[in-house]
């Protein structure tokens, strides 16, 4: 395997040699974002028409957060190879951190089409679809149209279905996955079935039983079952595991507070508020802490 100093020594012998630039470029990508450029933006000079180049390049971009030119280096690299499938692989995800989900489903569908066999691009679409389902099941409740409804809830069943095609198929390659056993739940939990998400949810507690967010999920659905005592020992293992995070406070002080145990409930409010007290919930929980208050 070659190192920074093989592809120095190769570049000094040929100047001029794009391949050579690009991998290098590639060695630095990791270690050091000015170099990395600096030997792309050589090698697409030398060569300006190599559409690995773009996408690497685009990739470095994503990585800085300058989604529009990474996207343009995606698009430059389609342009120029469009069966290439790594640029609708990295513009679909870049597409889903700038919030443009619709677009970023069409590009890990593109993906797929291109190389069934690229398994995370599966993962992908069904975290996309998954995602879209939760804002779709939000409109549908504010929605007030019948026909606007239906047309929502059709949408949303579709997505579901596809979510559910994509981690299934990832889960039948790696059945090890914990990851996108959580995922897989998140859809059985959209479907309202309970019995399947918490199956999913404690299969990857047993698979990484560090990841807080297992128990954190499994705990929202036995709150929701009625079933604190279970919730609570799922909550306070995700606080053990995450114990900076102001969510989960949030969360376990909304389950003291409907079993009447005002104080504990005030605590965590606060500790959620001490954590990020600038949080979009900020107003609410101190209405909640004033309510637990006169509740004592």
């Known amino acids: 395997m070659k190192t920074i100093s093989d592809y120095d020594q190769e570049i000094i012998q040929n100047p001029n040699d794009a391949e050579l630039y690009r991998l290098r470029g590639l060695e630095y990508f990791n270690i050091d974002y000015d170099k990395a450029m600096s030997d792309f933006n050589q090698s697409i000079k030398i060569n300006p028409n190599c559409a ?75 975290i996309v679809c998954w995602t879209m389902v939760m804002i779709l099941s939000f409109e549908y409740d504010l929605e007030e149209k019948i026909e606007t409804k239906n047309y929502i809830a059709n949408l949303r069943n579709n997505l579901i279905n596809q979510a559910m095609k994509d981690f299934n198929h990832e889960l039948e390659i790696n ?94 409010w606060e500790t959620s508020l001490k954590l990020n007290p600038d949080n979009d919930t900020a107003q609410g929980i101190k209405k909640m802490i004033e309510r637990a208050k006169r509740k004592l």
């Open 52 to 126: 690995e180049t773009y996408n690497s390049r685009g990739c470095l971009y994503r990585n800085k957060n300058e989604y529009n030119l990474a996207v343009n280096d995606f698009e430059k690299s389609i342009q120029l190879d469009p069966n290439y499938s790594r640029p609708y692989f990295n513009r679909g995800i870049t597409y889903f951190n700038m919030d443009k989900k619709d677009k970023a489903l069409e590009d890990f569908t593109k993906t797929i089409e291109l190389d069934p066999d690229n398994n995370d691009a599966y993962v992908k679409r069904g």
């Open 175 to 268: 059945p090890n996955n914990a990851i996108v056993y959580i995922n897989r739940g998140g859809v059985y939990y959209e479907k309202e079935d309970y019995d399947n998400a918490i199956k999913d949810f404690s299969q990857s507690i047993k698979i990484n039983p560090e990841i807080a967010e297992g128990y954190l999920r499994r705990g929202d659905i036995y709150k929701k079952l009625k079933i604190f005592d279970k919730a609570l020992e799922d909550f306070n293992k995700a606080i053990q595991l995450n114990p900076n995070d102001f969510y989960i406070y949030n969360i376990r002080a909304n389950l003291y507070f409907d079993i009447s145990n005002y104080q504990k409930a005030i605590e965590d």
